[in-house]
């Protein structure tokens, strides 16, 4: 179940010029590995 359609993602990043990542995501441990480099990647 999707919470928003994805021209309701891209059309206002297209209009403000941000780039939206596509992830596939094929189980849990996809998902934590993501989540998980992102946490590293991000100052705090």
Same mark, same amino acid.
């Given at each position: 179940?999707?919470?928003v359609t994805l021209?309701?993602?891209l059309?206002?990043?297209n209009a403000?010029?941000?780039a939206v990542p596509?992830?596939?995501c094929l189980g849990w441990e996809d998902m #934590?590995?993501?989540v998980a480099a992102l946490r #590293?990647?991000?100052p705090r």
């Open positions: 179940m999707t919470l021209a309701q993602v059309q206002p990043a403000i010029g941000y596509g992830l596939v #934590r590995a993501y #590293r990647s991000v």
